[in-house]
């Protein structure tokens, strides 16, 4: 079984811990857990092929920006988040984050995640000209960890672009013989 390595990043009060929550026991908590960095591990089956994602869940707030690059190291991928009913933690991916994983880990793909789909949606995401200035921006996919919706497919993007990834790394390789 292969490991993968998903590190959740965004702005605090984004949903980044009720998403992880939602993807590895299927629950959705009532109040907020403020997080300082958690790991958990779910198992996945894609393609025939079967994954065990570490994804460790980052605090977003500023107090942890010293330690939050310290999670950075062997990221097969980010989950970065915003919200979709806050302009704030949209413009921050694009002033902050995004910025912050270039210089960190430039090679690294990235998902971007528009979590509370279930609650009136105020940002209206230009994935494409975003994708154009930042290469590694693969795909902008929406969630709720309330009702679950979109959830499963964040993770199977996820999977593809990893297999994507290590494909292409295999065929990179020279064979002197």
Known sequence: MDRLKVVIVGDSFVG???FTMRLVNDVFPEKHVPTVSDKSKVDFSFEGFRFTIDVFDSAGGEDFHRLRHLLYPMTDLFFLCFAL???????NVVNYWLPELRHHQPSVPIILIGTKSDLEQ???ADCKSLMQSYPK???LLRC?????SGVHDIVEAAVAICLRKRKLKQKKKCIIL
Do not use: E
């Open 16 to 18: 980044k811990t009720s």
């Open 85 to 91: 009913n806050d302009l704030t933690s949209y413009n």
């Open 122 to 124: 105020t940002v209206m």
């Open 137 to 139: 921006v693969k795909i």
């Open 144 to 148: 709720s960890a309330k009702t679950a």
